[in-house]
């Protein structure tokens, strides 16, 4: 007759807990609610397929074509270079004055752009917003937010005919006794052509998006405002814009990350080589290097740098904003 020798526990002890399963295990039921949101929600989920394919064939897949920058790219030949280049192109935009020329153009009509057209669209949501005519507010909306469906050829081309020698701003011009002015032929005329018909075509639809997000302002907190006695401006000012501010810093950021991609469309459409020292950016400056002079490893260097510096721009406004007002896209 054998004894067992096992230890008793002392009374008001515990089983010891039993052994944790193997880690493979321990996901086993995340892995299974996964499957089975994506079984329950697979239509939502399909609707994300067709962006995801866009943006793997016309934005991922081109980046390899990033490497012709450091090699030499001939027409016919290897779409990845013929030979290793290096940095050569590099130095060759960094040491070409037509190349800073371009980019000061570039920074000058960006932050152009961004200091009248990210603002406009603001006001013009807040003026809406206080309209309580509903007919009026839907016209005032209807007229200035149907520019934006127009082709930028239309709008280009009105801008070109309304500022011609003989168009009816030099008509206007002329009734006061003034001679007529070369807008289109003159540089230091461009630049305010460009922010002036991009204003009148993105301001309707910016107005869109902040007029959405107003709707998301408690009405309590107006009511609280009031009964402190604040004005509609107090209101304004201390309610509407901090209930809005996510919109604008989303709005803010995006924008500063497309600050060097500067409207090539409109820009190639509305300069001529008179106005070249005001108008010619970095976009159009690739298109006549790459595309008519067929420097393509040339342009691939040139189009590198503009995305890492609106790479730079993006990632530093993200960051600035998370600090500052603790909302980012990221």
């Not at 809406?128 to 469906?149: A, D, G, I, T, W």
């Not at 460009?194 to 009511?223: F, M, N, P, R």
Request: hydrophobic letters at 45%.
């Amino acid at each position: 007759m054998s004894i067992s020798t096992r230890p008793v526990p002392p009374p008001g002890a515990q089983d010891p807990p039993p052994a944790r399963p193997g880690a493979r295990r321990a996901r086993t039921p995340a892995r299974t609610g996964r499957r089975r949101a994506l079984r329950r929600d697979w239509q939502l989920y399909s609707l994300a397929v067709l962006p995801l394919l866009f943006f793997l064939v016309f934005r991922y897949l081109p980046m390899i074509g990033n490497v012709i920058a450091f090699r030499r790219f001939e027409p016919g030949g290897s779409i990845f270079g013929e030979e290793w280049a290096g940095l050569r192109y590099v130095e060759m935009f960094l040491t070409d004055p037509t190349f800073w020329q371009v980019f000061r153009n570039t920074l000058w009509l960006g932050g152009l752009t961004l200091v009248f057209c990210f603002p406009v669209p603001i006001v013009l949501a807040l003026l809406l917003n206080e309209v309580r005519r509903r007919s009026l507010k839907r016209f005032v909306q209807s007229v200035s937010y149907l520019p934006h469906f127009l082709s930028i050829v239309i709008v280009a081309g009105i801008t070109l005919q309304m500022l011609a020698t003989d168009g009816p701003v030099n008509h206007v011009l002329g009734w006061f006794g003034h001679d007529p002015i070369r807008f289109v032929q003159e540089p230091e005329w461009f630049r305010t052509i460009y922010v002036g018909s991009e204003v009148w075509q993105t301001a309707g639809w910016g107005t869109i998006l902040y007029l959405a997000a107003l709707t998301t302002v408690d009405d309590d907190l107006y009511e609280a405002a009031r009964i402190d006695g604040a004005s509609r401006w107090r209101q304004i000012w201390h309610v509407t814009l901090p209930g809005i501010r996510p919109t604008m810093i989303t709005l803010l950021i995006l924008d500063i990350g497309t600050f060097m991609a500067v409207g090539f469309e409109k820009v190639l459409l509305l300069y001529n080589p008179l106005t070249y020292p005001t108008a010619d950016v970095i976009s159009t400056y690739l298109y006549r290097t790459g595309v008519e002079s067929n420097s393509f490893s040339y342009a691939a260097a040139i189009g590198l740098f503009e995305a890492v510096v609106g790479l730079v721009l993006i990632t530093g406004a993200n960051q600035l904003s998370r600090r500052t007002a603790g909302t980012s896209l990221w």
